[in-house]
């Protein structure tokens, strides 16, 4: 499998399959050499946000990366729709 666009080969960039970032908000955002920059955070034990990582998505596929969150997001509503209307 070709390495994802705008990362050499052997990168480190490119985590693991199980590499693991819990977020629960995204704490910044910019694009940088054709790259988006996602600054990914989650509140800590204390209250404050913490950062807890960065996703990176080249610009070529970030509207289908968005249409598929998109997507993932009308399905999740629409089962809560379903279960609270039946």
């Known amino acids: 499998m070709p390495p994802p666009l705008g990362f050499p080969p ?3 960039a490119v985590c693991a399959m199980n590499d ?24 800590g034990a204390d209250g404050t946000p ?5 996703l ?3 610009l070529a596929v970030l509207p289908a990366f968005v ?3 998109t997507d993932l997001l009308r399905q999740l509503e629409a089962r809560v729709r379903d279960q609270t209307a039946g």
Do not use: E, T
């Not at 693991?20 to 509140?43: C, E, H, K, T, Y």
């Not at 913490?50 to 960065?54: I, K, V």
């Open 10 to 12: 052997h990168s480190d």
């Open 20 to 43: 693991v970032i819990f977020a629960d908000m995204l704490r910044g955002a910019n694009v940088q050499n054709g790259v988006a920059r996602l600054q990914l955070g989650a509140m």
């Open 50 to 54: 913490q950062p807890s990582g960065q």
């Open 56 to 58: 990176l998505v080249p």
């Open 67 to 69: 249409a598929a969150m």
